[in-house]
């Protein structure tokens, strides 16, 4: 059984730091490209950053890109998001998401590429 679990999440001031956590059971963990992603209420999940398999290459998504860092660490499983200079629109609860298929590295922006999900950690950041 495939398990994410994501921890780490809180409430924040805007210019504060979090790092996120997410721990991968249930599937050879160092095979897959696993990603962060997130939701606002009223809004659809969105591609936040990824780290393949061996934790190169990675990317993020624009609203992101010099603030947030993916890194893994697959002697423990885990893949970590940390967050810096945050602002009040990076409120939302944050997913942590395994892609279906091995070392695929490919289309990793759409939420349909990934067939198991964490349950999510809040993020709030106040302004």
């Known amino acids: 059984q495939v398990q994410l679990v994501e921890s780490g999440g809180g409430l924040v001031q805007a210019g504060g730091s979090l790092r996120l956590s997410c721990v991968v059971s249930?599937?050879?963990?160092?095979?897959?490209?696993i990603s962060w992603f997130r939701q606002a209420p009223g809004k659809e999940r969105e591609f936040v950053g990824t780290?393949?398999?061996?934790?190169?290459?990675?990317d993020y998504a624009d609203s992101v890109k010099g603030r947030f860092t993916v890194s893994r660490d697959n002697a423990k499983n885990t893949v970590y998001l940390q967050m810096n200079i945050l602002k009040p629109e990076d409120t939302a609860l944050y997913y942590c998401?395994?892609?279906?298929?091995?070392?695929?590295?490919?289309?990793?922006?759409?939420?349909?590429?990934?067939?198991?999900w964490g349950q999510g950690t809040q993020v709030t950041v106040s302004s």
């Open positions: 780290a393949s398999w061996s934790g190169h290459p990675t």
């Open positions: 998401g395994i892609k279906r298929s091995a070392y695929d590295y490919g289309d990793y922006v759409a939420s349909s590429s990934y067939d198991y």
């Open positions: 249930g599937r050879s963990f160092t095979k897959y490209t």
